[in-house]
């Protein structure tokens, strides 16, 4: 999948150097239930991870690349799909600190709803922010997400051991076109004033 400022491409383990390089940096970790892999090695876990429960049908994984430099910025996911439900989780969101507030993690979930709702027919697509992590949930309410509720002790971190409560987001199919269309609208640069 293709935007101006994102590509999305299949997680493979030939981009565990560059996701390793990309989200070098403490901050980019600090709210997710996975450490901060410390060398390639590391790093190659979390992508064997990603690919075996993809091999499983769990989750689809993506890299993130910047579409206009070409390089890695990070990795996300479709997990929690469920076929009966109509329902899928966009998430395993890993994001490089150069990327913030750029508009390609946003793009990146234009592009995976589009997707979710207008191809797959999904009902509803939720995501699972730890309620802690105020920038992302900053994020998904700038794509028009609704705050559901809160899980608690839905994961333990793996820095510490401690249990983490998550928030629950969502968009359903029937908010889907006014989201798309101001999502869109947000990402068009502006016109030059003249």
């Known amino acids: 999948m293709r ?9 493979d ?29 590391e790093m190659t876990a979390i992508v064997a991870d990603a690919l075996r429960d993809h091999r499983t049908g769990a989750r689809v994984p993506w890299v993130q690349r910047d579409a206009r430099s070409g390089a ?3 990795t996300t996911s479709y997990y929690d799909i469920s ?11 890993i994001i490089g600190r150069p ?5 390609l993690n946003t793009e990146a979930k234009l592009l995976l709803l589009s997707r979710a709702f207008d191809e797959l027919a999904a009902e509803r697509v939720e995501w699972h922010v730890d309620t802690e992590n105020t920038r ?25 051991g401690s249990l983490r409560d998550m928030v629950v987001y969502s ?6 076109p006014a989201l798309r269309a101001r999502l869109t609208s947000a990402l068009r640069p502006p016109l030059p004033q003249g």
Not at 3 to 11: A, D, F, Q, T
Not at 15 to 37: F, I, K, M, S, Y
Not at 83 to 93: F, L, P
């Open 72 to 74: 890695v910025a990070g």
């Open 136 to 160: 992302s949930h900053r994020a998904v309410e700038r794509v028009g997400a609704t705050r559901e509720g809160v899980l608690r002790h839905h994961h333990r971190r793996q820095s510490d």
């Open 13 to 41: 383990l030939a981009h565990v150097p560059d996701l390793l390089a990309a989200t070098a940096h403490d901050e980019v970790w600090q709210h997710l239930h996975l450490r901060r892999p410390a060398d390639a090695a």
């Open 83 to 93: 076929e009966g439900r109509a329902s899928v989780a966009i998430g395993h969101t």
């Open 171 to 176: 968009m359903t199919a029937d908010e889907w």
């Open 3 to 11: 935007g101006e400022h994102v590509i999305l491409e299949p997680l």
């Open 99 to 103: 990327w913030w507030r750029t508009g």
